[in-house]
């Protein structure tokens, strides 16, 4: 029997280790699509999740998909809900489970990987938040041209959320920012 469990992450790791957790407790992951998780019963703690942001397109990257699967790793498919187009960014977040039976799992084993993959993440966040800076500033300066119209009252509805939705994604990448300031000092330490 399946199991869907709505739940919305905003940092990777915690839904990695939650991931884990439902496996602990017998859920296995069949599926997943934008905070939405469908789970089937299995043994407990049959499976390690890993979650990766991929730097191209899953097409793009069916050499390194084909080299997890002879890891022994799979790769845990994405549905999308009904009436909703996955976007590019939500394509090439992928979700890797293996046996827990196979031994330890880890997609990143040095220093240098793991930099990568946060500055893939950081650059991401940057650039949604670049975006939505530009759209709601260039709302906002239409506002101050036409205030002898009513639609300079849209601009301003529409150019501040906007405006708030990049300052959230310039917060989400902080953090993001700091792992990889601390990864390359102990990289620096280490050498």
Same mark, same amino acid.
Request: glycine content about 4%; overall charge positive; charged content about 25%.
């Given at each position: ?49 890993? #979650? ?9 990257? *069916? ?34 489970? &293996? ?14 990987? /793991?930099?990568?993959?946060?500055? &893939?993440?950081?650059?991401?966040? #940057?650039?949604?938040?670049? #975006? ?16 002898? *119209? ?21 917060? #989400?990448?902080?953090?993001? &920012?700091? /792992? ?12």
């Amino acid at each position: 029997m399946s199991q869907v469990v709505r739940k919305y992450f905003i940092d990777f790791e915690k839904e990695e280790a939650w991931l884990n957790e439902m496996s602990a407790k017998g859920l296995a992951l069949v599926e997943y699509s934008w905070a939405r998780y469908v789970f089937e019963e299995s043994a407990k703690g049959e499976y390690i999740y890993r #979650l990766e942001l991929l730097e191209k397109d899953p097409k793009e990257e *069916s050499d390194y998909l084909q080299f997890m699967e002879e890891t022994g790793a799979e790769r845990v498919p994405a549905g999308a809900p009904a009436k909703a187009k996955r976007t590019l960014i939500n394509q090439r977040w992928v979700i890797f489970r &293996r046996k827990a039976s196979e031994g330890p799992f880890q997609i990143y084993s040095d220093t240098d990987s /793991k930099i990568k993959h946060y500055q &893939r993440i950081h650059n991401v966040y #940057l650039s949604l938040a670049l #975006l939505e800076l530009i759209i709601g500033s260039f709302n906002i300066m239409l506002m101050m041209l036409n205030t002898s *119209s009513n639609i300079y009252k849209i601009n301003l509805i529409v150019g501040v959320p906007v405006i708030i939705l990049g300052l959230f994604f310039v917060w #989400l990448s902080l953090p993001v &920012r700091r /792992k990889i300031i601390r990864l390359k000092n102990e990289k620096l330490i280490r050498e």
